[in-house]
């Protein structure tokens, strides 16, 4: 959380509008959210993109921490997954479709539009009957000319999901349909690219990747969930040449399970380095303080009084820990360059102002302690 507060100002942002706006429950569901995002970002490569399912009651605040991690450019479809079935409430219209939101790492993002056409309604093929043939001439198709591959699909799918009595049905509760997943993975990757599902659950998204000749990678923190995963996949019928799961599996051969998480190769590099805010002056080598014991050493220092505006008060809740030169030009997170703050000047000096700067602007408009 320190991390997010002093170099994700907009993540935040995000994370405590999520909290003001909803409850203290839902400002923790984001933090629990932003953190994972962030690794998430981290290990997506360049041509990579992210499907993230939502919830309705949460699906706008995920949306604008998606932004702030991934960056608002990267936003690249809503798609309304859309279902009939179930019950309907009396006061309302029925809740039947859910969110998916797709961020990609970059403009390089894999979208092979073949791999998930669609076929055209047969109205439509009735109407593109009469329409001209000079729209072909460049070679692409548009809405006037049927592409004989099919029909590029919109953002919003018709795919039922599992009925209690499916045969693909596992007794998971939020077990989502196989042709889902595909058409996820066929839009975004290639044979022999890696799909990663963090809440993999009964392995859904990892037989849909085995089965399009992925690599696949699947986190879950329930203890079982490595035999669910091994257990799926045979009854999808994915064994490997020697018949046991185990040992091999059709295309990458053995699965590997750890209970430990893996070992990082990065040297620790930084989530999202380029939505981080820049650091133009090194930090000091040594411990790393917490926020708590900047706080208290300047408390300490300066007692109760706020570094702005020279107000003393009388509980420390009135001061807040800033920096003295803005993040946004550079300011570093040592304590050599931290300050703190009444709750007004802390606003008034933004990411705007460094302290010197906010006492001048306090002067001129009169809000210094008399
Ligand atoms: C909604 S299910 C996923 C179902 C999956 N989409 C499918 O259709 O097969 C969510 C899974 O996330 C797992 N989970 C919950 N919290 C987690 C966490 N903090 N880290 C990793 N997995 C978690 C649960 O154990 C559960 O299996
Ligand atoms: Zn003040």
Redesign the pocket.
């Known amino acids: 959380m320190d991390q997010i507060t002093d170099d994700f100002p907009k993540l935040m942002e995000a994370i405590e509008s999520a909290r003001y706006a909803h409850s203290d429950g839902m400002g923790a569901f984001m933090c629990f959210m932003a953190v994972r995002l962030l690794a998430m970002h981290r290990v997506l490569k360049p041509t990579g993109s992210i499907y993230l399912h939502c919830d309705p009651t949460a699906s706008h605040y995920l949306k604008a921490v998606m932004d702030a991690v991934f960056g608002w450019k990267n936003f690249r479809n809503e798609i309304a997954w859309c279902y009939r079935g179930g019950g309907v409430p009396r006061d309302g219209f029925g809740k039947k479709h859910d969110l998916i939101f797709r961020y990609s790492k970059g403009k390089a993002a894999t979208f092979n539009v073949d791999a998930v056409r669609i076929p055209y309604s047969e109205d439509s093929a009735q109407r593109l009957k009469y329409k001209a043939k000079a729209f072909t001439s460049s070679g692409t198709y548009d809405n006037y000319e049927q592409n004989p591959k099919g029909k590029h699909p919109e953002d919003w799918w018709i795919m039922q999901p599992i009925m209690p009595s499916a045969k693909e049905r596992l007794g998971?509760p939020?077990?989502?349909p196989l042709s889902l997943y595909e058409r996820i993975v066929k839009a975004s990757s290639n044979e022999g690219d890696v799909v990663l599902d963090?809440?993999?659950?009964?392995?859904?998204?990892l037989v849909a990747a085995e089965r399009l000749k992925r690599r696949w990678v699947g986190?879950?923190?329930?203890e079982k969930?490595h035999e669910t995963v091994i257990r799926r996949l045979q009854r999808e019928g994915l064994e490997g040449p020697r018949g046991s799961v185990g040992e091999a599996l059709p295309f990458y051969g053995k699965i590997h399970y750890a209970k430990e998480p893996p070992e990082r190769t990065d040297d620790g590099e930084t989530a999202a380095p380029f939505l981080r805010v820049k650091e133009r002056v090194k930090e000091p080598e040594g411990p790393k303080w917490s926020r708590q014991d900047m706080y208290d050493h300047l408390l300490n220092q300066n007692g109760m009084k706020c570094q702005g505006c020279d107000r003393d008060f009388d509980d420390p809740r009135y001061l807040e820990l800033d920096h003295n030169t803005p993040r946004a030009d550079g300011g570093i997170n040592h304590i050599s360059n931290r300050i703190l703050l009444c709750s007004p000047c802390n606003r008034a000096k933004s990411n705007v102002f460094t302290l010197s700067g906010l006492r001048r602007h306090n002067k001129k408009m009169g809000w210094m302690a008399k």
């Open positions: 998971y939020t077990q989502k963090p809440f993999c659950g009964c392995a859904t998204t986190v879950d923190i329930w969930a």
